[in-house]
T-cell receptor, first 116, second 114 residues
C-alpha cells in the first residue's frame, strides 16, 4: 500500500521569506507521480506543482519548486518570496503510474501561515 | 466556464436517511473521482471512474456507492449514512488516464450526519 506522510501539521513564515514543506512517501513501485495541492480558506483544491518519478530534474513553477529525492522517497516543496496569498493548507499527493491505476493518495496536510 | 459542480454544498441529515450528492463536469472528462477530507487525515479517495460504466474502489469505499451512467455525472450515494460519514466531500475530474492530466476539483460538500 502507498502512504504519504507530511510531518509538519502547521508552519509559519514571514512575507517575502522562503519556506520548505516536507513530504515523504512509501511505495514499492518505480513509476509514479507526485503532486502538491494548495487549499486556501475557500476550500478549493488547486494544483501547485507536479513531478514525474522518472524525471531526475526537479519541477519548478514560478516561486514554487520541489526537491525530489527518489531514493529517499522525499518530495519537499519550496516556496520562495512567500506572499500573503500563499496562506493555505498544502497537501502532498501520490498517484500510481500504471495506466489502469489512477488511484491517488494524499498526505494529512500542512497548514501554512504567511505573516505580514 | 469549465468546472466541476457539486450539489448540495451543505447538508445536515440524520442517521439512516439515504442521500445522494451529485457531481457534474462540463469538460468531457473521462476520469472522475470522489474524496472525503477529514482533519488530520487529508483527502482519502472513496471511488473513482475511468469512463462510463467503469468504476473502482478507492481507499475508503465502505458505506458509499457510485454510478457512472453518463460521462458528465458521477453521483455519490450514501444508502444509510452514519455519523462517521460526517466529512467534507470533494468530486474531481480529469481529461483521461494520462499522468500529465490535471485533476480539477469541485467546491466541496460539507455533510453532517446526526
Amino acid at each position: 500500500a502507498q502512504t504519504v506522510t507530511q510531518s509538519q501539521p502547521e508552519m509559519s513564515v514571514q512575507e517575502a521569506e522562503t519556506v520548505t514543506l516536507s513530504c515523504t512517501y512509501d511505495t514499492s513501485e518505480n513509476n509514479y507521480y507526485l503532486f502538491w495541492y494548495k487549499q486556501p480558506p475557500s476550500r478549493q483544491m488547486i494544483l501547485v506543482i507536479r513531478q514525474e518519478a522518472y524525471k531526475q530534474q526537479n519541477a519548478t513553477e514560478n516561486r514554487f519548486s520541489v526537491n525530489f529525492q527518489k531514493a529517499a522517497k522525499s518530495f519537499s516543496l519550496k516556496i520562495s518570496d512567500s506572499q500573503l496569498g500563499d496562506t493555505a493548507m498544502y497537501f502532498c499527493a501520490f498517484m500510481r503510474g500504471l495506466y489502469n491505476f489512477n488511484k491517488f493518495y494524499f498526505g494529512s496536510g500542512t497548514k501554512l501561515n504567511v505573516k505580514p | 466556464e469549465a468546472q466541476v459542480t457539486q450539489n448540495p454544498r451543505y447538508l445536515i441529515t440524520v442517521t439512516g436517511k439515504k442521500l445522494t450528492v451529485t457531481c457534474s463536469q462540463n469538460m468531457n472528462h473521462e476520469y472522475m473521482s470522489w474524496y472525503r477530507q477529514d482533519p488530520g487525515l487529508g483527502l482519502r479517495q472513496i471511488y473513482y471512474s475511468m469512463n462510463v460504466e467503469v468504476t473502482d474502489k478507492g481507499d475508503v469505499p465502505e458505506g458509499y456507492k457510485v454510478s457512472r451512467k453518463e460521462k458528465r455525472n458521477f453521483p455519490l450515494i450514501l444508502e444509510s449514512p452514519s455519523p462517521n460519514q460526517t466529512s467534507l466531500y470533494f468530486c474531481a475530474s480529469k481529461p483521461g488516464l494520462a499522468s500529465t492530466d490535471t485533476q480539477y476539483f469541485g467546491p466541496g460538500t460539507r455533510l453532517t450526519v446526526l
